[in-house]
């Protein structure tokens, strides 16, 4: 089945779009504006907004009608998320299992000062009405915060013998969260502690694929709930400790 956006009428391929472009605002940039939107597929575009941004920058809003379709027949979706387990049934599966808490350590990584997202899943208020990983009993939660530097997160690791390891990277522009990712899991395999813990990674532009290409556990995108990564760590744990 061929589907398209849709405004107006059904299946007119309606779309909005916003960039800015290297340009003073004037009509050289309008022009340009337009051959883009057209290159882009979008057939009628029209300029709804414009602002000077200034410094010779300008900024765009483009309406129109796009020519492209998907056919959702043709989509495969390899993510199917993980059942929850319910909040009483991690505890319970983990006190049995273990008789201890569970060391988790969080830290957004790198130059990265985005907390809220890694606070969500931390902290005991939690996310969306969902309670934090810091209101389980079972879990003995260290949120170091933000700009940790993969060096002084490994000695952290080590300093608090974490079971669990939870990094949050937001930013990713030029590509810094693989850097910072890849050398977490690098300066953990050099030390000899990757196979020991649990390492998992987060953010709004993050995948199950990405991460595990990267070398995690485990990887959680946007819209993340803690129930969700408390589940996933209850099931690696027991998994593991087979
Ligand atoms: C608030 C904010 C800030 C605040 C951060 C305050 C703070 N203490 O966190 C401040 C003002 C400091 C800031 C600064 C910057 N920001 Co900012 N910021 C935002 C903003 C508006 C909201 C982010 C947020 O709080 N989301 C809410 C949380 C709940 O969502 P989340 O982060 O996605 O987290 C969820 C999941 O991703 C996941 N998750 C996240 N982390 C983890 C970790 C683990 C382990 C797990 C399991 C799950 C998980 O679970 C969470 C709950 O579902 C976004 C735009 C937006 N609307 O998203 C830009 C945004 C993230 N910022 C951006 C940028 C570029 C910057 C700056 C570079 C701007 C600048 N030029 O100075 C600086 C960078 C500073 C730095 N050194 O990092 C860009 C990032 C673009 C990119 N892809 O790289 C964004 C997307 C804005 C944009 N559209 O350009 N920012």
């Given amino acids: ?35 883009l939107a057209l290159k882009m597929g979008i057939a009628n575009p029209k300029i709804t907004f414009t602002q000077d941004l200034g410094e010779d920058f300008s900024f765009f809003i483009i309406y129109g009608n796009l020519s492209h379709e998907i056919d959702i027949d043709s989509l495969k979706i390899s993510e199917v998320k993980e059942p929850i387990i319910d909040f009483w049934d991690i505890n319970r599966l983990i006190d049995e299992k273990f008789n201890r808490k569970i060391v988790i350590v969080g830290a957004t990584i790198g130059s990265d ?10 902290s005991a208020k939690g996310y969306a009405g969902d309670v ?26 080590m300093d608090l013998q974490a079971d669990v390891v939870l990094v949050s990277q937001v930013v990713t522009q030029k590509n810094i969260h693989i850097h910072n990712l890849t050398q977490l899991v690098e300066l953990t395999e050099g030390a000899g502690l990757r196979d020991h813990i649990i390492l998992i990674c987060g953010g709004p532009y993050l995948s199950k694929e990405l991460a595990l290409e990267l070398g995690y556990d485990g990887g959680f995108g946007a819209h993340s709930l803690p129930s969700e990564v408390a589940s996933f760590i209850a099931r690696r744990l027991l998994e593991k400790s087979k």
């Fill in 1 to 35: 089945m061929l589907i398209k956006p849709y405004g107006d009428t059904f299946n007119d391929g309606a779309i909005q779009i916003s960039f800015s472009l290297p340009l003073p605002l004037g009509e050289k940039s309008k022009k340009a504006s337009l051959e």
């Fill in 113 to 122: 000062a985005h907390t809220v997202g890694l606070d969500a899943i931390l």
């Fill in 132 to 157: 934090g990983l810091e209101r389980y009993p079972v879990f003995q939660v260290h949120n170091l915060g933000s700009q940790v530097l993969p060096e002084l997160l490994l000695e952290q690791i």
